[in-house]
């Protein structure tokens, strides 16, 4: 190994701010949008391929979600699951397969472009802006709007009133439930019309986990599409208008979430019986 | 993203014997043409080459520490002026009078400074609770206090005696060669001490540490008069080669000289040159042998494990604290070495010149220059930037003079002329900007 | 009356001469803290920033002085000032889109744009000493006092005289000002809260829409201009060197992680306790204490000012080895 770039194991924190740096590429130019097909679903991620090195992690997947519903993209680990969500989002080149939105084929935009187009992202890890208030994280979810915000920012405080109380507060300083809404809460900002959680309730107590699900139900019921990876499958397939369940980075079974609680090939394999 | 940058197109074989040819034509141009760039004086080329193979011990030693370890050394210049304390210590002739004025006391005054520390430390690892700050600052406070009654009566004894030619402690007159490992030794401990506080468990403040020791050893060598004479500098530091004079009045050699159609001043001056010469390639040989032996034994492979991956050599149970520190002290230690060979060569202990520029950061520049964890390349990128920073000086203003040649002769053209050889320092910013750009493994990558 | 003599020569001695020294490494440090905190390295060539711009400020006074502009009893410098300031920031920029930029789109370690920061050093270094030279200028002009020693001695009657140079008074007043200024900023302008958003978690500030490149542009022309601020008023209350604005990267970087890397509030504290640490340890307390009725036997002088570097290290070594992350959590951990 002798990559020139790399640290050689330094950890030097009077020289190095010892932040991970972002993996995002800012610096990718969005490519322009095609109509989509007729009869789509509200959001359809069609037959995905691709990977972040030479092998595929996507093998033909396909995800999709009508408007005001909620989609469970449950799975065992390295399935794929986050990585289907990234690609959905444009922060994974697709090698195959096209992403349509609201009647666009939004395939070639990047990330902050679909931003622009109607999605909010909300990644598992490192979702808040921890030495910002609460307040100036719900701003900073709407940084792209050049209209009054705070309207929508009385709506996501209705949401989530903990998290209201602690308008003030380092986000960084609450639980990791409250984090977990402030997130959601920063994702609303823009006003999105799909809404993608990358396993929201990782990390929390059961009965936050419940109250997450039912502000998350809530939210569908304004409208707004939801897209999510769970790990908590039972409980997440329970809410869910349609779930997937991917296996090596493609379609295994699909169904409504009552469907697949049912069917008992399903729960054997993957909801623990 | 990786897999590319290790794609890229392995060094050929030849490369490193090319360059060095390069660098070694480069030194023998200098040595026989004689125009606008190079000098055609052998007693100039050599010059380069001796302190070129100096600044590769330095080199080297830095390669150990970033190349094999990561860690980043900002006080290359403080562990030089340490190891070259050595030779002014060990191989002077002793003052006379010196020890009798104070030497007792001034040890007595060192170990009690170096109690208070160890006591210190001990109060600070047995204590725990609200008390412990207290009671070590305390404890520092009153130790201070007591060194500096015992130390100040001591140089100020050792000072007054004989103040124009000595007024220092002088050394032991030993041979000088013994001072070189007595060098190392110095840089080591003191490498051990900042390493002990600064290579913390989770992250390190080397950097920072390294910094601001190397810039307080400097301002002690230049103001504790007792020890070195501070900035009136010691000179005559003995040699392990022949003087130059002792040459001239030795009828063999004059008339070897004459054989060699050489008028005898220069050809003794190039003589001890070569002497020199010799011995520092003896010594950048011997080091290459036993950091290669060492990277190849297990130690090295688990130092080499840790560089690559600290945080799966961390959990297959090394202490990557541990050899971090090992690693800093060593690579300072010959650091150190490098310090002595400098006193040695030049015979002079002169603290004013210890610039960090020229001392840590340039050699910063030949390591990555060189190649950062190659040791080949740390001694090319050495002998090669030492010698464009010596010829530097010289093309500035001979470039410069070219460049405003339009101009006419007035004021600013003459600003520039006399302000060009400050050229060199813009050059070596670029050349190491370039090769971090063009080529970030440097001249010869690591294998 | 004596203690009033002693309080007045604590005051004229350590009090006003660290805290505008201190205002000087805290202006310096918020740039280092800036840097680190953002673009996530320590800029080795922060200290030749301050002498480059101090440089080009200093040839626009004399260009100014010759063309019969000044301020009166304020120095020139001033008013040369936001242009030094804009060719440097300028020169900043230009050197981040040839030198820095890079190593983000490759997604380098922090440590590698460190080396690169050693080479800008160098030619920052270099182009310093070609434009101004490596001797000693004093550029400082208008009136010296605020306050004088007669003056105060008149004015109170006390035997101990209290002075306040100009120069101390406008570091006070500009770096007050300019603190304020960077706060008022960082914490209610959209742009600034961009900046905060960027140093807490670059990929979701990108989800969010800010560019980064605005704000690492930002962040460039804010530390070199705090640079430049640091660099003038230390060359006006002190002198111009282009070798001491070297040696000043020591102090500024360990009042920078003395504070607590990242940290803008922590790099003001810790220039402070720099400043005031090293001051009063190499102040001799001979005279405060005759005041006060002792009769020292020696000039109760801690440490010889030549030692002075020595201070900024020993507080940076205590403070990490009792509190890692500074005195207010830095983003080192």
């Known amino acids: 190994m002798s990559d020139p770039f790399a640290n050689r194991g330094n950890r030097d924190a009077s020289v190095v701010n010892p932040r991970p740096g972002g993996t995002a590429d800012g610096s990718r130019h969005s490519g322009p949008t095609r109509p989509g097909r007729t009869g789509d679903p509200f959001l359809i991620g069609e037959n995905m391929r691709g990977g972040y090195g030479k092998a595929d992690i996507l093998n033909g997947c396909t995800l999709a979600v009508e408007k005001g519903q909620i989609a469970v993209i449950v799975g065992p680990n390295g399935a794929g699951k986050s990585t289907a969500m990234k690609a959905i989002f444009g922060m994974l080149n697709l090698r195959e397969g096209s992403v349509r939105l609201d009647g666009q084929d939004i395939s070639a935009l990047n990330p902050q472009d679909r931003v622009k187009a109607g999605m909010g992202f909300v990644p598992q890890v490192a979702n808040v802006f921890p030495t910002m208030t609460v307040e100036e994280n719900l701003e900073m979810g709407a940084y792209l709007r050049g209209d009054d915000f705070r309207q929508t920012m009385q709506q996501v405080y209705e949401l989530f009133p903990a998290v209201a109380d602690k308008r003030r507060q380092n986000a960084g300083e609450l639980s990791g439930g409250q984090r977990q809404q402030v997130a959601v809460g920063r994702a609303l900002m823009t006003q999105p019309k799909l809404l993608m959680l990358d396993e929201p309730t990782a990390g929390v107590s059961p009965i936050v986990m419940d109250e997450l699900f039912d502000r998350i139900i809530e939210i569908a019921r304004t409208g707004i599409s939801i897209l999510m990876v769970e790990q908590n499958a039972k409980q997440a397939l329970e809410i869910a208008d349609i779930g997937y369940v991917l296996v090596q980075g493609a379609n295994r079974y699909t169904g409504t979430g009552a469907q697949l609680m049912a069917d008992p090939e399903v729960r054997r394999t993957f909801l623990g019986g | 993203m990786s897999t590319n940058r290790q794609a890229e197109t392995s060094a050929s074989p030849w490369r490193a014997p090319l360059l060095f040819a390069v660098v070694i034509l480069l030194i023998v141009l200098e040595g026989t043409v004689s125009n606008a760039m190079f000098s055609g004086s052998w007693n100039s080329a050599l010059s380069i080459l001796n302190m070129g193979l100096i600044s590769a011990v330095t080199a080297l030693g830095v390669n150990m520490i970033w190349g094999y370890g990561g860690l980043f050394n900002a006080g290359v210049v403080g562990f030089v002026a340490l190891g070259g304390l050595a030779p002014v210590l060990v191989s002077t002739q002793p003052v006379p009078g010196a020890w009798a004025a104070g030497g007792p006391q001034l040890v007595l005054a060192l170990a009690a400074g170096l109690a208070t520390l160890v006591i210190a430390v001990t109060a600070a690892a047995r204590m725990k609770g609200v008390g412990r700050l207290p009671v070590v600052v305390l404890i520092l406070i009153a130790g201070y206090v007591v060194t500096r009654m015992l130390f100040d009566p001591a140089v100020t004894a050792i000072e007054a005696n004989n103040p124009s030619k000595a007024g220092n402690i002088g050394g032991l007159g030993l041979p000088v060669l013994l001072s070189w490992p007595v060098g190392m030794v110095f840089a080591a401990i003191a490498a051990w001490g900042i390493g002990k506080v600064a290579l913390g468990l989770r992250s390190d403040y080397l950097a920072i540490a390294t910094l601001g020791i190397g810039e307080i050893i400097v301002a002690i060598l230049k103001n504790e008069g007792w020890l070195a004479r501070g900035v009136l500098n010691i000179t005559g530091v003995p040699r392990p080669v022949p003087y130059e004079l002792a040459l001239q009045s030795n009828p063999a050699f004059v008339e070897a000289a004459a054989r060699w159609a050489m008028d005898p001043a220069t050809a003794s001056a190039i003589y001890v040159k070569l002497c020199y010469a010799a011995v520092f390639v003896a010594v950048v040989l011997i080091l290459i042998l036993l950091s290669e032996l060492a990277l190849y034994s297990p130690w090295g492979r688990m130092m080499r494990a840790i560089r690559d991956n600290e945080t799966a050599a961390e959990a297959m149970g090394k202490d990557v604290t541990r050899r971090h520190l090992h690693l800093f002290i060593i690579g300072c230690a010959v650091i150190g070495l490098s310090g002595a060979m400098m006193v040695t060569l030049d015979g002079l202990m002169a603290p004013g010149g210890y610039n960090p520029l020229r001392y840590t950061f340039l050699v910063w520049v030949m390591v990555i220059v060189g190649g950062s964890g190659n040791n080949w390349g740390a001694v090319l990128g050495a002998v090669l930037i030492w010698f464009l920073w010596i010829k530097a000086e010289v093309w500035g203003p001979a470039g410069m003079s070219l460049l405003t040649s339009p101009l006419s002769d007035g004021p600013l053209r003459q600003h520039l002329i006399e302000s060009a050889p400050q050229m060199r320092f813009v050059a070596m910013g670029l050349v190491l900007l370039l090769v971090l750009r063009f080529a970030p493994r440097g001249l010869l990558p690591e294998r | ?333």
Do not use: C
């Open chain 3, 1 to 333: 009356m004596d203690i009033l003599n002693a309080l007045v020569a604590i005051l004229n001695f350590v009090v006003i001469p660290a805290a505008a020294y201190g205002a000087q490494l805290a202006l310096g440090a918020l740039g280092v803290t800036l840097i680190y905190g953002i673009l996530r390295f320590s800029n080795f060539a922060h200290g030749d920033t301050m002498a480059f711009g101090t440089a080009i400020v200093i040839l626009l006074t004399w260009g100014l002085q010759s063309l019969g502009v000044s301020l009166g009893p304020l120095p020139t410098a001033l008013l040369a000032l936001p242009l030094g300031i804009a060719l440097t920031a300028l020169l900043a920029l230009l050197t981040d889109r040839w030198v820095y930029r890079h190593y983000r789109q490759v997604r380098a370690a922090p440590i590698v744009v460190v080396m690169a920061s050693v080479g800008v050093m160098f030619v920052m270094n270099g182009l310093t000493r070609l434009v101004i030279g490596v001797d000693e200028i004093q550029f400082a002009d208008g009136a010296r006092f605020v306050i004088s020693v007669p003056q105060f001695k008149a004015m109170t009657g006390l035997t101990e005289g209290l002075a306040l140079r100009t120069t101390q008074a406008i570091t006070l007043a500009i770096a007050a000002l300019s603190v304020w200024a960077l706060f008022a900023f960082m914490n209610r302008t959209r742009a600034g809260k961009a900046m905060r958003a960027y140093a807490d978690n670059e990929d979701l500030a990108l989800l969010s829409g800010i560019d980064p490149d605005r704000v690492v542009r930002l962040t460039w022309i804010i530390a070199t201009g705090l640079a430049v601020l640091a660099g003038t008023l230390y060359g006006l209350d002190k002198s111009f060197k282009a070798f001491n604005y070297f040696q000043i990267l020591l102090p500024v970087f360990a009042a920078a992680i003395v504070g607590g890397l990242g940290s803008p509030l922590g790099a003001i504290a810790g220039g402070f306790l720099i400043a005031f640490s090293e001051v009063a340890l190499t102040y001799p307390w001979k005279k405060i204490a005759e005041y006060l009725g002792f009769e020292p036997a020696g000039l109760l002088q801690m440490l010889g000012t030549e030692y002075k570097l020595a201070i900024s290290f020993v507080i940076l070594i205590v403070v990490l080895l009792v509190r890692p992350t500074g005195l207010f959590r830095g983003k080192a951990y």
